[in-house]
């Protein structure tokens, strides 16, 4: 009987031991940190420069059909002439720019002489002493239309003295021969049309009043 009785308290002792001994605790652990990389946002590349562009519609002479479209673009130092034509007679034609924007008389004389800013002899736009305005001959088809498409040095589109704004284009009833001065005997004038220059965009975001809008009336006087 005292062996079971100091069984029992032995027993009873190792359980307040066990309930007075300290708990072992779980510790959370921190989540490693994370390292942020911010990657620079690239600079947007500004908008290309549109190019100086310019460009003449030509009207016919009367009792003809003849039509087309010049169009000069400035490219660094150098004009590119593109030309379309219409309505012309099979063959070939001379083509020059003039150095009067004026198309009012019936046989185009008002606009005046070739373009010659440098006081040049006449020539092919291939020659080395020319005309600023010596654009050379264009071909036309059976059916009337005919393209020319040429770079030049000694025109701009910018403002200056070769500059082909406020010129005009003539389109001859023959072909040039590149050497009578100082026309090419090129013959009489079919077709004329005033270079212009492009309007130029609007700036991003800008409102455009419509044309012949009246403005908003002022706002009434504060009392």
Do not use: Y
């Given at each position: 009987?005292?062996?079971?009785?100091?069984?029992?308290?032995?027993?009873?002792?190792?359980?307040?031991?066990?309930?007075?001994?300290?708990?072992?605790?779980?510790?959370?652990?921190?989540?490693?940190?994370?390292?942020?990389?911010?990657?620079?946002?690239?600079?947007?590349?500004?908008?290309?420069?549109?190019?100086?562009?310019?460009?003449?519609?030509?009207?016919?002479?009367?009792?003809?059909?003849?039509?087309?479209?010049?169009?000069?673009?400035?490219?660094?130092?150098?004009?590119?002439?593109?030309?379309?034509?219409?309505?012309?007679?099979?063959?070939?034609?001379?083509?020059?720019?003039?150095?009067?924007?004026?198309?009012s008389a019936a046989d185009f004389t008002s606009a005046g002489a070739?373009?010659?800013?440098?006081?040049?002899?006449?020539?092919?736009?291939?020659?080395?002493?020319?005309?600023?305005?010596?654009?050379?001959?264009?071909?036309?088809?059976?059916?009337?239309?005919?393209?020319?498409?040429?770079?030049?040095?000694?025109?701009?589109?910018?403002?200056?003295?070769?500059?082909?704004?406020?010129?005009?284009?003539?389109?001859?009833?023959?072909?040039?021969?590149?050497?009578?001065?100082?026309?090419?005997?090129?013959?009489?004038?079919?077709?004329?049309?005033?270079?212009?220059?492009?309007?130029?965009?609007?700036?991003?975001?800008?409102?455009?009043?419509?044309?012949?809008?009246?403005?908003?009336?002022?706002?009434?006087?504060?009392?």
């Amino acid at each position: 009987m005292r062996i079971q009785n100091a069984m029992t308290l032995a027993a009873a002792a190792l359980l307040v031991l066990a309930a007075c001994a300290p708990q072992e605790q779980a510790v959370e652990q921190p989540a490693p940190a994370v390292e942020e990389t911010t990657q620079p946002v690239p600079e947007a590349a500004p908008p290309e420069p549109m190019p100086l562009t310019a460009s003449a519609t030509l009207q016919p002479k009367a009792g003809t059909n003849v039509g087309g479209t010049v169009t000069f673009t400035q490219e660094g130092d150098a004009v590119r002439v593109d030309a379309r034509f219409q309505g012309v007679a099979a063959g070939t034609h001379g083509f020059h720019l003039h150095e009067t924007g004026d198309c009012s008389a019936a046989d185009f004389t008002s606009a005046g002489a070739h373009f010659n800013p440098g006081a040049a002899s006449h020539g092919a736009p291939t020659d080395a002493t020319r005309h600023a305005g010596d654009l050379g001959n264009i071909e036309i088809a059976a059916d009337g239309t005919g393209s020319l498409s040429l770079s030049t040095s000694l025109l701009t589109v910018a403002p200056g003295p070769n500059s082909a704004v406020g010129k005009a284009v003539i389109l001859h009833e023959k072909a040039d021969d590149f050497k009578t001065q100082p026309t090419g005997d090129a013959g009489g004038r079919i077709a004329c049309g005033v270079v212009q220059a492009a309007a130029e965009p609007a700036p991003a975001g800008a409102e455009l009043a419509p044309t012949g809008a009246e403005p908003p009336p002022p706002p009434p006087p504060s009392v």
